[in-house]
């Protein structure tokens, strides 16, 4: 079984970590890091309840899911799942919405936050900055950076295994998250692994990922995953 690599890190700032050779190489895990980046969970529910941004914001995208079932964005019920001025922390929020939804499993998937105010917008631009100051910009015309933020009570992200063309770096900014994560040669060999929510008799092969607020998460391209 050929298993990911994966280092924890302990008492060093992750750049330094990420520069000697694990970037693009290794995944990881950190808790307790100095440096990452500093989001205010409550803010960014404030920030999407005044925005409710799909038509202020056209860069920034909602997508809510219940049970792994994505709900269509022009329905009459879909604005009332996104943040509301009421809900005035992420407690709130959850709590607004799991009894809404009695209990049901649920995603709300944020694409570029970043774009909805300007401090979001510095957190996310002094990280890149730094990045791209040491390990260099995309290379390549396909090269992008994106931002996303995922809140819920969902126990797997909706779309299954997958794998992005992109390494990921995530900060948890309240509770823990967890990701499982297989090799491409693991899947090359267990190809019906693509898009699963149930893995079981694949656990041998995979590691897992987790961190919790002031940690951070961090993989190269070509790693499958599930949260």
């Known amino acids: 079984v050929c298993l990911p ?3 924890e890190m302990q008492s060093r700032k992750p750049l ?8 693009r ?4 895990c950190e808790e307790g890091i100095v440096g990452c980046v500093d989001i205010d969970p409550d803010h960014l529910i404030q920030l999407c309840a005044r925005n409710n941004a799909l038509t202020l914001h056209a860069k ?24 509301q001025q009421s809900d005035n922390t992420i407690v709130e929020y959850h709590e607004r919405i799991s009894s809404r939804l009695d209990g049901r499993d649920y995603t709300l998937l944020i694409s570029d936050p970043h774009c909805l105010d300007w401090s979001l917008y510095n957190a996310v631009y002094n990280l890149v900055h730094e990045l791209n100051a040491r390990l260099g910009y ?13 809140i819920g009570s969902y126990n797997s992200t909706p779309f299954g295994v997958h794998i992005g063309p992109m390494d990921v770096l995530t900060f948890p900014i309240y509770g823990r998250k967890h ?13 019906d692994l693509d898009g699963k929510l149930h893995y079981e008799e694949h656990l041998e ?13 961090y993989w190269p391209s070509g790693i499958w995953h599930i949260a």
């Open 138 to 150: 995309p290379y390549d015309r396909q090269g992008w950076i994106d931002t996303a933020a995922f």
């Open 5 to 7: 690599t994966i280092l």
């Open 205 to 217: 092969a995979s590691n897992v990922l987790q961190a919790g607020v002031g940690g951070v998460i």
């Open 60 to 83: 920034t995208e909602f997508r809510f899911y219940i049970e792994g079932e994505q709900t269509k964005c022009d329905s009459e019920e879909f604005r009332t799942l996104l943040p």
């Open 25 to 28: 190489r290794q995944a990881i």
């Open 179 to 191: 990701f499982r994560i297989w090799t491409s040669e693991y899947l090359d060999e267990n190809p």
């Open 16 to 23: 330094d970590c990420l520069i000697e050779g694990v970037w």
